[in-house]
């Protein structure tokens, strides 16, 4: 059984998503760690309600990469396998990417490549955009950017805000990314260049 490192910084309604994944077999996986830079972040009260280990490792006033080094310790005194990234606010280090190669995952509120980088939803609503969506993926060294597993999109309704748009997305993420994770865990991805392969 794989075993899934959750980093959040907020909510974690999709770290939420995966673990009812799991609870109702849906994905063969456990989470062996949740981990978040702030000691505020409901995501790690509702993994702390949950029993799991669910750990704050604050940024503090130290480099990336120090910051970086406690959580791959962390990650590794719990045998994590594969790494999610779930509303985790903060760029990885080059060498937390080596660390992990092609084994960190993210999940981000747009069809990349449209819409990097923040409020992803408030830029396709202002851009005029029609269609929305999510896109789980595969963290390299650039932002929103590493290989694609998959997308889900949806249609950008007259009348949305922000929010409603926001919360359709959501929606959706909630699909993708516990998706995204099985075929990851069942070894069904194959990365050719930026192209996943899945096979069937
Ligand atoms: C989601 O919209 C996700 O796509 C983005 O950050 C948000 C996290 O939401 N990367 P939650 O904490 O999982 O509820």
Avoid: W
């Avoid at 799991?52 to 590794?76: C, G, K, M, T, W």
């Avoid at 029609?130 to 993926?137: L, N, S």
């Avoid at 997305?169 to 996943?196: K, M």
């Amino acid at each position: 059984m794989q075993r899934l490192g959750i980093l959040l910084s907020g909510r974690g309604s999709n770290f939420l998503a995966i673990a009812d994944a799991i609870s109702a077999g849906r994905l063969r996986a456990e989470i062996a760690i949740v981990i978040s830079n702030l000691a505020g972040s409901p995501g790690i009260a509702a993994a702390r309600d949950r029993g799991l280990n669910a750990q704050v490792i604050p940024a503090r006033a130290r480099s990336r990469e120090e910051h970086d080094a406690e959580i791959i310790a962390a990650l590794q005194s719990a045998k994590v396998d594969l790494v999610c990234l779930a509303g985790y606010l903060r760029l990885l280090s080059p060498s937390f990417i080596r660390a992990y190669s092609q084994r960190i995952l993210n999940i981000h509120p747009s069809l990349l490549p449209a819409f990097p980088g923040l409020h992803a939803q408030k830029q396709a609503l202002e851009y005029g955009a029609k269609i929305a969506g999510c896109t789980v993926h595969f963290v390299d060294e650039k932002l929103d950017h590493g290989p694609i597993i998959l997308q889900r999109a949806l249609p950008v309704l007259p009348g949305d805000t922000e929010e409603s748009l926001a919360a359709r997305i959501l929606e959706q993420e909630h699909i993708a990314y516990p998706e995204a994770i099985a075929l990851v865990v069942e070894g069904r991805t194959r990365i050719e260049g930026r192209t996943v392969r899945i096979t069937p």
